[in-house]
């Protein structure tokens, strides 16, 4: 019976730790992604290996261990992607990880381990759960007519709107960052959230060069951004991570010219899948209806805190509700400088 133990990443392990990842994971997996975490928020890195009797890697889980803003010693595998299963060579490899889970998070000295996944795992795993988020898939399948298809009757009116106005232009321009960043910023504030420095993003962009795409939209008489998406390629599928709209452009549907706009260039690049990007089940009116209506499919996402009981979970995001609408209300200089820093503890 083959035999399985935990051991922890070093630099000596990069090269074949990268190749599993390239055969079972994805490219939140490889170490390229961890460094560019570590090198943002500071993260301390204890990623763990699972190798058989032959000292073969068996599995691999990421781990970014960090100070939340409660102050607890946590670990999350990871913050800021909507899931990341651990990446297994077997269902065998995943059950021992997910049973030793307990163990790992004692043997860190952890307040709790968090694992995010796109499937439920066991109602005997004793572990805080919560399932209050969903990411939305866009399926590619077909020809341009085909997918637009798939988009709400109203969701198509307010299109057709949008471009007959001949308000907004598209770019691809990487150069564009720090006015997207700037529309960014601005938008996380208006929604009571701390944002990453613009130095996350160009991180990201130094690290992944060939997996980033910044999409932006200018106002066309301006020439200004009032718009942009940070996407993320990763083998068939186009990741919307980070994004932001100027509100002020709402009524000329801006938001519905940039998704289509995003749409449009996952299918000119071949992709079979475009990731609209992680919203809880609670904003059905807000952007859970909205990425709806593009024909994209709401896919259940698992969080489970080894170490921390469901009761626990849920009185932590309600205390956290008063500090959103004094991030608000807060001006925002003191907000900026103190956001970047927040971010990170936030292991969003």
Same mark, same amino acid.
């Given at each position: 019976?083959?035999?399985?133990? /935990?051991?922890?990443?070093?630099?000596?392990?990069?090269?074949?730790?990268?190749?599993?990842?390239?055969?079972?994971?994805?490219? /939140?997996?490889?170490?390229?992604?961890?460094?560019?975490?570590?090198?943002?928020?500071?993260?301390?890195?204890?990623?763990?290996?699972?190798?058989?009797?032959?000292?073969?890697? &068996? $599995?691999?889980?990421?781990?970014?261990? &960090?100070?939340? @803003?409660?102050?607890?010693?946590?670990?999350?595998?990871?913050?800021?992607?909507?899931?990341?299963?651990? $990446?297994?060579?077997?269902?065998?490899?995943?059950?021992?990880?997910?049973?030793?889970?307990?163990?790992?998070?004692?043997?860190?000295?952890?307040?709790?381990?968090?694992?995010?996944?796109?499937?439920?795992?066991?109602?005997?795993?004793?572990?805080?759960?919560?399932?209050?988020?969903?990411?939305?898939?866009?399926?590619?399948?077909?020809?341009?007519?085909?997918?637009?298809?798939?988009?709400?009757?109203?969701?198509?009116?307010?299109?057709? @709107?949008?471009?007959?106005?001949?308000?907004?232009?598209?770019?691809?321009?990487?150069?564009?960052?720090?006015?997207?960043?700037?529309?960014?910023?601005?938008?996380?504030?208006?929604?009571?959230?701390?944002?990453?420095?613009?130095?996350?993003? $160009?991180?990201?962009?130094?690290?992944?060069?060939?997996?980033?795409?910044?999409?932006?939209? &200018?106002?066309?008489?301006?020439?200004?951004?009032?718009?942009?998406?940070?996407?993320?390629?990763?083998?068939?599928?186009?990741?919307?991570?980070?994004?932001?709209?100027?509100?002020?452009?709402?009524?000329?549907?801006?938001?519905?010219?940039?998704?289509?706009?995003?749409?449009?260039?996952?299918?000119?690049?071949?992709?079979?899948?475009?990731? @609209?990007?992680?919203?809880?089940?609670?904003?059905?009116?807000?952007?859970?209806?909205?990425?709806?209506?593009?024909?994209?499919?709401?896919?259940?996402?698992?969080?489970?805190?080894?170490?921390? *009981? +469901?009761?626990?979970?849920?009185?932590? *995001?309600?205390?956290?509700?008063?500090?959103?609408?004094?991030?608000?209300?807060?001006?925002?200089?003191?907000?900026?400088?103190?956001?970047?820093?927040?971010?990170?503890? &936030?292991? +969003?």
């Amino acid at each position: 019976m083959l035999s399985l133990k /935990f051991a922890n990443y070093d630099e000596s392990w990069r090269a074949r730790w990268d190749e599993f990842a390239d055969l079972h994971g994805t490219l /939140f997996h490889k170490i390229s992604w961890l460094q560019t975490l570590q090198k943002s928020f500071g993260y301390q890195a204890r990623h763990q290996l699972i190798l058989d009797d032959k000292n073969e890697i &068996a $599995a691999v889980l990421p781990l970014c261990i &960090a100070r939340n @803003l409660r102050g607890q010693r946590v670990g999350v595998s990871l913050p800021f992607v909507h899931f990341l299963n651990p $990446a297994c060579r077997s269902e065998k490899t995943r059950d021992f990880l997910i049973a030793q889970c307990p163990k790992l998070s004692r043997d860190l000295h952890l307040h709790y381990l968090e694992l995010r996944l796109d499937y439920e795992l066991c109602e005997t795993v004793e572990a805080g759960r919560n399932n209050e988020n969903v990411t939305f898939v866009l399926p590619l399948d077909g020809d341009e007519k085909a997918v637009l298809a798939l988009a709400s009757g109203d969701n198509r009116r307010r299109t057709r @709107l949008v471009y007959q106005g001949d308000w907004f232009e598209t770019s691809l321009d990487k150069a564009r960052l720090p006015e997207f960043y700037e529309v960014y910023r601005r938008r996380q504030k208006q929604l009571g959230s701390p944002a990453p420095a613009l130095s996350f993003f $160009a991180n990201i962009r130094g690290k992944l060069p060939e997996n980033v795409t910044l999409l932006t939209v &200018a106002d066309k008489r301006l020439q200004k951004v009032v718009g942009g998406m940070f996407l993320l390629a990763d083998g068939a599928t186009l990741y919307y991570h980070w994004g932001a709209t100027r509100v002020e452009y709402n009524a000329y549907h801006l938001n519905h010219f940039m998704y289509r706009e995003a749409i449009l260039f996952s299918l000119q690049k071949r992709f079979r899948f475009f990731d @609209l990007g992680r919203s809880p089940r609670s904003e059905q009116g807000g952007t859970y209806r909205f990425k709806e209506q593009f024909g994209a499919e709401p896919k259940s996402l698992f969080y489970y805190r080894f170490g921390q *009981q +469901p009761q626990d979970w849920h009185n932590a *995001q309600k205390t956290m509700k008063p500090l959103i609408e004094i991030w608000k209300k807060t001006p925002a200089f003191l907000t900026d400088g103190a956001g970047h820093y927040l971010i990170g503890r &936030a292991l +969003p």
